[in-house]
């Protein structure tokens, strides 16, 4: 199996830790990106789309653009809705997956989320235990079992 991207967009400090512990443990190939903000997040997306663009298909790497992103959705600067929107309206990215990872349980914001192109919402596990079945299931169902187009370099194998 490739080793594939993750891209994950999370502002608190103790939240990013846990993640990247807990992916640390993870079965499944993968590198995990961690940006703070929504800048970055669309920084780092417009960079690999650039990469991407400049190479021939048969050159580009197959791993450059992230197989799933892994979004925040209160954020400094931009917010993760506006990064969702952002993603969704540029043709390098619309159709990248995108799971909202979120401490609310407004309603509203789950609503923002679907109508605004994500793939998924999920509530951020509180024990760490729950935290490792969270990145288990997700890796295993995004960078596994689900089949992505051969768009950006991200190819099925």
Same mark, same amino acid.
């Given at each position: 199996?490739?080793?594939?991207?993750?891209?994950?967009?999370?502002?608190?400090?103790?939240?990013?830790?846990?993640?990247?512990?807990?992916?640390?443990?993870?079965?499944?190939?993968? @590198?995990? !990106?961690? /940006?703070?903000?929504? $800048?970055? #997040?669309?920084?780092?997306?417009?960079?690999?789309?650039?990469?991407?663009? =400049?190479?021939?298909?048969?050159?580009?790497?197959?791993?450059?653009?992230?197989?799933?992103?892994?979004?925040?959705?209160?954020?400094?600067?931009? @917010?993760? !809705?506006? /990064?969702?929107?952002? $993603?969704? #309206?540029?043709?390098?990215?619309?159709?990248?997956?995108?799971?909202?990872? =979120?401490?609310?349980?407004?309603?509203?914001?789950?609503?923002?989320?679907?109508?605004?192109?994500?793939?998924?919402?999920?509530?951020?596990?509180?024990?760490?235990?729950?935290?490792?079945?969270?990145?288990?299931?997700?890796?295993?169902?995004?960078?596994?079992?689900?089949?992505?187009?051969?768009?950006?370099?991200?190819?099925?194998?």
């Amino acid at each position: 199996m490739p080793t594939k991207n993750i891209l994950l967009v999370e502002d608190n400090p103790d939240d990013r830790e846990l993640m990247k512990l807990a992916f640390t443990q993870d079965e499944i190939p993968h @590198n995990l !990106i961690i /940006v703070s903000d929504g $800048i970055e #997040a669309l920084d780092y997306l417009q960079k690999q789309a650039d990469y991407d663009d =400049s190479l021939a298909a048969s050159e580009r790497s197959l791993a450059s653009m992230p197989a799933l992103i892994m979004l925040d959705l209160n954020l400094p600067r931009i @917010n993760g !809705i506006e /990064v969702l929107r952002r $993603i969704r #309206a540029n043709p390098r990215t619309r159709i990248l997956p995108v799971v909202i990872i =979120s401490s609310s349980n407004e309603p509203q914001d789950l609503i923002d989320s679907y109508l605004n192109g994500c793939n998924s919402y999920i509530r951020k596990p509180i024990h760490f235990t729950q935290l490792q079945n969270f990145v288990r299931e997700i890796s295993t169902y995004w960078l596994s079992v689900n089949q992505l187009p051969p768009v950006f370099g991200v190819l099925n194998e």
